[in-house]
């Protein structure tokens, strides 16, 4: 089954990290991402951009109204994300809290529906 890993964090926290914190947080993540390739259970994922560069699309009557910037004002973010393949639950769990972004952010886990 697939799920999804869903790593929220503060930005302003990050953007202000100093260099040296950046690559450790960077360094973290890649070598989190070839664990998962290596155990077969990585999908996709990446980095976000900001929340500043989103765009909010709705069409609640087929018009489009478009707006800049973040959805909604929040400390976290949604910084990035993993798609992944696990057995179950508690494997998504598993790999979720070896994830970087558990150590310091959060990383929600949701199972994805397969169409």
Not at 33 to 50: F, H, I
Not at 54 to 64: D, M, N, S
Not at 85 to 93: C, G, H, K, M, T
Request: aromatic fraction near 10%; charge should be negative; include cysteine.
């Amino acid at each position: 089954m697939q799920y999804m890993l869903l790593v929220y964090w503060n930005e302003a926290e990050h953007k202000n990290a100093k260099k040296e914190q950046k690559a450790e947080t960077f360094a973290a993540y890649a070598a989190y991402t070839e664990t998962l390739k290596k155990a077969g259970a990585y999908v996709a994922g990446s980095g976000l951009q900001d929340s500043s560069m989103a765009t909010v699309v709705r069409a609640p009557e087929g018009k489009a109204t478009v707006l800049n910037g973040p959805y909604i004002e929040s400390k976290e973010q949604l910084g990035g994300y993993y798609i992944i393949e696990a057995d179950d639950l508690d494997s998504a769990v598993a790999w979720a809290a070896r994830c970087p972004g558990a150590r310091q952010d959060t990383v929600e886990v949701r199972p994805l529906m397969v169409y």
